[in-house]
């Protein structure tokens, strides 16, 4: 820590992350990594809220913190404690940024850009795309809307519970429905067991479960590598291991594999700018970058 955070004094200003549990988060990494290279009086702390969610966020705002970054399991249950969330964190149903207004916090969700603005420097382009989403929770319902919006054109959700996967779509299908004139995506959802039934090799297949996640490092959500075929690329949201089993599998068939440490990247560095009202350079971003990986102990 003694590399980034700089003399805290009586104009030092506040933000953190709260979430439960808090322990191996990388959040700390970015902001005050940003902080040192702005030279901004600023430190970026974890708070573990076991319980009293709306305690820690009226404290936090009567302590004067700017902002705040919101993780599991609350992403939710935290928009009932703010002034405002955002039209886009309103509609993905999550909010993972406090912003300090007057009054209270106003939520954004910068995940979903995030997520974007790390596939556009892969060179995954979502637009005309065929985007088979693993996994139907609250990440997954996300990346759906944001492949909708991108101009997807096929979304398939493979989820062990249907029932979830088909809830997204029909979801989907009221948004397109209310925001889209024309062109909206042929949507679906089948089961994880029935993977079989899709066709073509041309898929995006991005990986939204926590199977996989250390320490479980060698689970994955399909052991096939027949599936892996049919993928075009493979983007798994898990960054810890820095290269999945998944990740190994998309490789063995070809194919390009990426991992979710440039979604929580550029997850950050949207907050950061939030809060600060500063343009973060993609020289900056790749200098938090490298102090990540160096976190986690990987080239
Ligand atoms: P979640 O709401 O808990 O959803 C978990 C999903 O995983 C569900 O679809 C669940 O299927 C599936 N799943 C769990 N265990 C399974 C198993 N044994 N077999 C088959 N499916 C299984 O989680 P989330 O918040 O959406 O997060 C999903 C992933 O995204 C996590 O790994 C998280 O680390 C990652 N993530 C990354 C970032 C980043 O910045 N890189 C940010 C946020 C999240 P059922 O519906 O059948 O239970």
């Known amino acids: 820590m003694k590399e980034y955070i700089g003399q805290i004094n009586g104009r030092t200003r506040t933000c953190g992350l709260v979430g439960n549990p808090v322990e191996h988060t990388m959040s700390p990494v970015i902001h005050n990594s940003l902080a040192a290279m702005f030279g901004q009086n600023f430190v970026y702390v974890p708070f573990h ?43 993905i ?27 556009e420097e892969d060179g995954i382009c979502l637009c005309g795309g065929q985007v088979l989403i693993l996994g139907a929770g609250g990440v997954a ?49 089948l089961p994880l067991s029935e993977y079989e039934k899709l066709g073509g090799e041309e898929w995006i297949g991005i990986q939204a479960t926590s199977v996989g996640m250390f320490p479980q490092n060698e689970d994955v959500i399909i052991k096939d590598a027949g599936f892996y075929q049919k993928l075009k690329a ?6 810890n291991p820095y290269e999945t089993k998944f990740m190994k599998l998309v490789k063995a068939a070809g194919k390009p594999a990426y991992n979710g440490l440039k979604m929580l990247l550029y997850q950050g560095i949207i907050a950061y700018e939030l809060w600060n009202g500063v343009a973060v ?7 938090v970058f490298e102090a990540m990986k160096k976190e986690m102990k990987v080239q």
């Open 93 to 119: 149903g999550a909010v993972n940024t406090l912003v300090r207004t007057e009054g209270g916090y106003v939520g954004y969700n910068t995940d979903m850009p995030g997520l974007y603005r790390a596939m």
């Open 49 to 91: 809220v076991r319980d009293g969610l709306q305690e820690a966020i009226e404290g936090a705002y009567a302590l004067n913190i700017l902002g705040m970054n919101v993780t599991v399991p609350y992403k939710s249950e935290v928009m009932q404690y703010l002034v405002r969330t955002d039209a886009k964190a309103e509609q």
């Open 141 to 189: 319902r996300a990346v759906a809307l944001l492949a909708a919006e991108k101009g997807a054109e096929k979304i398939c959700i493979l989820n062990r519970t249907l029932g979830k996967a088909q809830d997204i779509i029909t979801e989907l299908s009221e948004v397109l429905a209310e925001t889209k004139e024309n062109g909206t995506p042929e949507l679906l959802a």
């Open 234 to 239: 493979g983007y798994d949201l898990i960054f």
């Open 281 to 287: 350079t993609e020289e900056q971003a790749k200098e």
